[in-house]
């Protein structure tokens, strides 16, 4: 019995797959308070706003795509500045299921975002943030130009979310490269380790890294360097004549 159910279920999704809907309809809106989605010019991160001059953003939430017939291909369909050609593709037996995400129930799932854009910064910060249910993202496969993250974490984590087809593993994902200068495309490269993960959201944001801070001081070199302006102070009062 179980197994025709699951049958039943794979059946649906994939008649639905072709008017799949976007992932907000089935999930939560990932920039909602509390969840690990941001906007660069609200992030830690960031420092920039979407659309600034040199700077480069693409975001999907959905991936049927018409542009795109025939091929494993989907251009972002939230939004893109800053970028000619901006594009995400999936490996040969992973689909676009009825909950508007990208799943298999066969192997493992390998993804590629391709942008060309203006970043003009340098240095600058690439920055991808994704969202996966169920089967979690193996964090060995990222790579942006073949060059492995300068920073990852888990963005937000729910057990057990309680989505449109009941609870699922939901986990947000924040990534982000530090880079000395920009480059003519973009290649982020990632996947899964096994069969079973829906990857339901992907954005991504290039714009200059944040300046470095500054370097606070302790606060007994404040007390020393204090210390020998008052002796040099001291000193030349003395110096003067009367």
């Known amino acids: 019995m179980r197994n025709t159910a699951k049958l ?16 907000l309809t089935n999930g939560p809106n990932p920039y909602a308070a509390g969840f690990g989605f941001d906007t660069p ?11 600034d001059a040199g700077t480069v953003y693409a975001e999907w939430d959905g991936f049927v795509d018409a542009s795109y017939p025939g091929l494993l291909t989907a251009a972002p369909d939230i939004g ?27 192997v493992p799932e390998t993804f590629a975002v391709s942008l060309t854009g203006s970043a003009a910064a340098s240095p600058l910060r690439a920055v991808l943030q994704f969202e ?33 087809f009941g609870p699922v593993e939901l986990v947000q994902h924040l990534v982000y490269w530090d880079l000395e200068q920009a480059a003519a495309q973009y290649l982020f490269n990632f996947g899964s380790s096994e069969h079973s993960m829906s990857l339901a959201q992907v954005a ?23 210390g020998l302006l008052g002796l040099i102070g001291l000193g030349r009062r003395r110096s003067q004549p009367a």
Request: hydrophobic content about 45%; overall charge negative.
């Open 8 to 23: 039943t279920l794979i059946a649906g999704l994939l008649a639905v797959s072709g008017t799949a809907a976007a992932d």
């Open 41 to 51: 010019d609200q992030a830690a991160w960031g420092g920039w706003s979407r659309g």
């Open 80 to 106: 893109q500045s800053g970028t000619a050609d901006a594009n995400l593709s999936w490996n040969a037996g992973t689909f676009a299921a009825g909950s508007g995400n990208l799943y298999s129930f066969s």
């Open 132 to 164: 996966t249910w169920g089967v979690q993202m193996d964090y060995s496969t990222l790579l942006l130009n073949g060059l492995a993250p300068t920073y990852s974490e888990q963005s937000f984590y729910d057990a057990a979310y309680a989505s449109s």
């Open 204 to 226: 991504i944001d290039i714009g200059p890294a944040p300046a470095a801070a500054p370097v606070p001081l302790p606060a007994a070199a404040w007390l020393l360097g204090s």
